[in-house]
């Protein structure tokens, strides 16, 4: 009997021992199978999250953001405790005690799930499982997918604390409406930072992790807000809260972004326009696309909001104008079908999705309506945003032929804003408003710093995002004229130098090509100044020729005009592309003195950590660390900028381009502060251009038609683009105001006769007279000794100066007449006499 008992005994033992052995060796197995290629849980302590980058006026306001996915990293000790609180409660409440997995939480699913056969299947993952999940794994509902999630836990355990793997679930977790993380969330449903959630919403937030997309505020409003409740009961159970507050939370309203309660904080950012985008382009550019939109870089614009504002007003009054001159109605070619008309809630349904722009704010907010009915003398329109029908009459579309009804049909998709009254801006009458199909582009920036200020690169980023001020190439025109005079300037010429202004015919291979003056005559010879001054094409290529195709390239290279300047005659009158954000950055250079400033849309980007990874401003302060200055003495601010060319020249073209707006081609514009600038029309009128300087300020408007083709007689760089120059510089002088530009050292004034180029007396005035800047130790050389003729041997025998006044009327690049007496005309500019004239001959050409 003891025997038999001993034996069964022994091999009870026996099978306990194999069965542990067999069972160990199993789970080895497994273990082994599925551990032998997990991933490294290394990659959990150094991982950094996708996160939005943010770009912040210079005052520090946010005014965009980019990202593929809405989350902003939050460390978790800046994580307000009730908001862990509120996770752990519904998701994991013995999140601070568990190794990483829950064996009873596993168990008790897994009971539920058989005794309810199936109808009552719920997860039991930890918030450690949640993380090796959502970090290292799929989303596999599988036997295999389980096993490993719970074995990296266990290993996650053992290697990050607590915190660590919270800070992680809380930053990357999926909350709905492309929103990850809870800093994210809480802006997207509440436009509230974390410190600012109240229990209700900190509950409702926790409650998104179950079924992020079907949770919605408003479609699953009960739902959601059953789920929250349960959650507010959970955090008082777990003793993290009280019995009160939870009965205070619970009664409140579930109010979100969504349900049209809160304002969103994408509304509170202002619209993105041309600058925010451009900053996009160029970083996504300079650090990869990957890191501009992940990378939570942190990048300090170096635009002025408000002169951004004033800059796209500037632009889109003259596109507005110049539209409106035309005659001509195109509308948004957007119209509804009657069937959409018949119910209001349906086409204003339909309006709200139109495909129009809603960025224009020039005179006031530009609303999308359609026109709900049409006579001859009235249109009645439903206009988005407003709960009366709006009404426009025939007086408001004087600038177009016909009545009303021959303009619009009932259905059509139109723009209007409101017209108001300058004394208290009391609403009057709505009017008709469409996107001209005209085009241009407007750049400001600091001529000491490279700084860009504004930039519009259209009439509306959201009816066109394409930046015409960086990625349009066009011919400047007469606006490339500055460089070929400052080739001359820097190779022995002089303001007072006499070029003849004479007919020129020039074999180029594939014809002969006579380029003209814009006047279509030919004025003889003529100071450089006076060139410059009134826009002399062939005084121009003469220059051009005399001092060399190759020397004029390498300087609109230097300047960086252009990467490669074909040296070709017809290039030195604007004849090859380039951008405006070109032209703008080269002229900074005439206006600080000569001196290379890089442009730029951002002062300085900061990478996640806080930590500079690029500063535009590369100065020194070299005293700035004395704490004793003598009184009276402002710190050095060493600057190593290249120079690209000799102060005394850049101050020579820089007075001869003040002549340029005091009584050349650009007589339009009239600032407070001393001005400098040159006009640029383009062979038939295809694009005009003005950019011009004060002693701190550049700017420069181009205006063309995206496909070019010509903008009509009458139109100029001095007509067209001047009054956007001159609107804009009006607000920024106010805000950086202007002095007279800085007179280099090593040179002396001489005046002499503007007209003829003759030496005048020290005492000599009047409105012939012109005080020239020459250099120390130069002995200029005056009237007939300095005569140019530019090799091409044209009027040696014709007389110098002619001392009669001309026969007949000319014209200036802007149209302006040339008289015998220098007055005013009614425009505000001046009529010129002209010292010298070879009578009626036609020069040909272009530009």
């Not at 017209?419 to 009057?428: A, H, L």
């Amino acid at each position: 009997m003891t025997r038999a008992i001993l034996s069964f005994f022994g091999s009870l033992f026996s099978f306990i021992v194999l069965g542990l052995f067999f069972g160990a060796l199993t789970v080895g197995g497994v273990v082994w199978v599925y551990t032998h290629d997990l991933p490294s849980t290394e990659q959990l302590a150094n991982y950094s999250p996708p996160t939005i980058s943010r770009i912040y006026s210079g005052e520090g306001r946010l005014i965009d953001e980019f990202a593929r996915e809405r989350r902003l990293f939050t460390p978790i000790e800046d994580i307000p405790p009730l908001v862990r609180a509120a996770f752990i409660s519904a998701e994991d409440r013995l999140f601070y005690e568990h190794e990483g997995f829950n064996p009873l939480a596993m168990v008790s699913a897994l009971r539920d799930a058989i005794t309810s056969r199936g109808q009552n299947v719920r997860g039991a993952s930890t918030i450690t499982q949640q993380v090796m999940k959502n970090f290292l794994l799929s989303s596999d509902r599988t036997i295999e997918r389980k096993i490993r999630e719970i074995i990296l836990a266990w290993r996650v355990e053992q290697s990050l604390s607590k915190d660590q793997i919270l800070e992680l679930y809380l930053n990357e977790i999926f909350l709905g409406q492309n929103s990850f993380g809870v800093a994210a969330a809480a802006q997207t449903y509440f436009n509230k930072t974390l410190e600012d959630l109240t229990i209700e919403e900190m509950a409702f937030l926790a409650a998104l992790p179950q079924a992020p997309s079907e949770y919605h505020p408003v479609r699953a409003r009960e739902r959601v807000t059953e789920r929250r409740n349960w959650i507010i009961g959970q955090m008082v159970d777990n003793d993290y809260i009280t019995e009160a507050e939870a009965e205070a939370a619970r009664a409140q309203p579930l109010d979100t972004v969504q349900s049209g309660d809160i304002e969103s904080f994408r509304e509170s950012l202002p619209e993105r326009d041309y600058f925010t985008d451009e900053i996009r382009r160029q970083l996504s550019s300079s650090f990869g696309e990957e890191e501009f939109f992940t990378g939570g870089l942190s990048i300090r614009a170096t635009v002025h909001p408000q002169l951004q504002v004033h800059a796209a007003h500037a632009l889109q009054r003259a596109l507005e104008s110049y539209d409106r001159s035309r005659g001509t109605w195109r509308g948004t070619g957007i119209r509804f079908e009657p069937e959409v008309l018949a119910d209001e809630a349906t086409w204003r349904e339909a309006l709200a999705a139109a495909d129009v722009a809603r960025d224009i704010t020039l005179g006031n907010p530009w609303y999308p309506a359609v026109v709900l009915d049409v006579t001859a003398d009235r249109a009645r329109l439903g206009i988005e945003g407003q709960r009366e029908i709006g009404q426009v009459d025939r007086p408001d579309i004087d600038w177009l032929p016909g009545s009303m009804s021959d303009t619009l049909q009932v259905g059509d998709v139109v723009h209007v804003r409101a017209i108001t009254s300058d004394e208290d801006g009391s609403f009057m009458r709505w009017s008709l408003r469409q996107v001209p199909e005209v085009q241009g582009a407007f750049m400001a920036m600091d001529v000491n710093t490279g700084r860009v200020i504004a930039i519009q690169g259209g009439f509306s980023y959201q009816q066109s995002g394409f930046n015409r001020a960086t990625q349009a190439r066009r011919q400047p025109g007469s606006a490339f004229k500055p460089f070929v005079y400052a080739a001359a300037l820097d190779s022995g010429f002089t303001p007072a130098t006499i070029v003849i202004d004479a007919p020129i015919e020039i074999d180029t291979g594939d014809g002969i090509w006579r380029p003209q003056n814009a006047s279509r005559e030919f004025y003889g010879p003529t100071p450089v100044r006076m060139g410059i001054e009134q826009s002399r094409n062939l005084m121009t290529v003469r220059l051009a020729q005399e001092v060399g195709m190759d020397v004029v390239a390498g300087y609109a290279e230097r300047f960086g005009v252009y990467d490669r300047m074909q040296p070709f005659l017809a290039n030195s009158l604007g004849a090859q592309e380039t951008s405006l954000f070109r032209m703008v950055a080269a002229y900074a250079m005439f206006a600080n003195g000569g001196e290379r400033v890089e442009p730029t849309l951002v002062d300085r980007v900061q990478d996640r950590w806080g930590r500079t990874v690029y500063r535009h401003d590369q100065r020194q302060c070299v005293e700035c660390s004395e704490p004793d200055l003598p009184p009276g003495q402002a710190p050095w601010i060493a600057s190593n900028r290249q120079r690209v060319m000799d102060p005394i020249t850049a101050y020579q073209l820089t007075s001869m381009m003040q002549g340029v707006v005091q009584r050349g081609t650009a007589t339009r514009v009239r600032l407070p502060v001393p001005v400098a600038g040159k006009t640029g029309t383009t062979n038939d009128t295809r694009d005009v251009w003005f950019v011009g300087y004060t002693s701190n300020i550049v700017a420069g408007c181009y205006i063309g038609f995206d496909r070019p083709r010509s903008l009509g007689r009458g139109v100029s760089g001095g007509g067209t683009c001047a009054p956007v120059f001159t609107d804009f510089m009006r607000h920024a002088v106010e805000e950086f105001g202007g002095g007279r530009f800085e007179v280099p050292p090593g040179g002396h004034f001489i005046r002499i006769n503007r007209f003829t180029g003759e030496r005048m007396g020290d005492d000599a005035s009047g409105a012939d007279v012109v005080a020239e800047y020459f250099r120390d130790g130069e002995e200029p050389v005056f009237g007939v000794d300095a005569l140019i003729d530019g090799g091409f041997m044209i009027g040696g025998s014709l007389p110098v100066f002619s001392p009669e006044p001309l026969d007949g009327p000319l014209v200036t690049e802007d149209g302006v007449e040339i008289g015998s007496e220098v007055v005013e005309d009614d425009s505000g500019g001046v009529i010129l006499r002209e010292g010298s004239s070879f009578g009626t001959l036609s020069s040909g050409g272009l530009y």
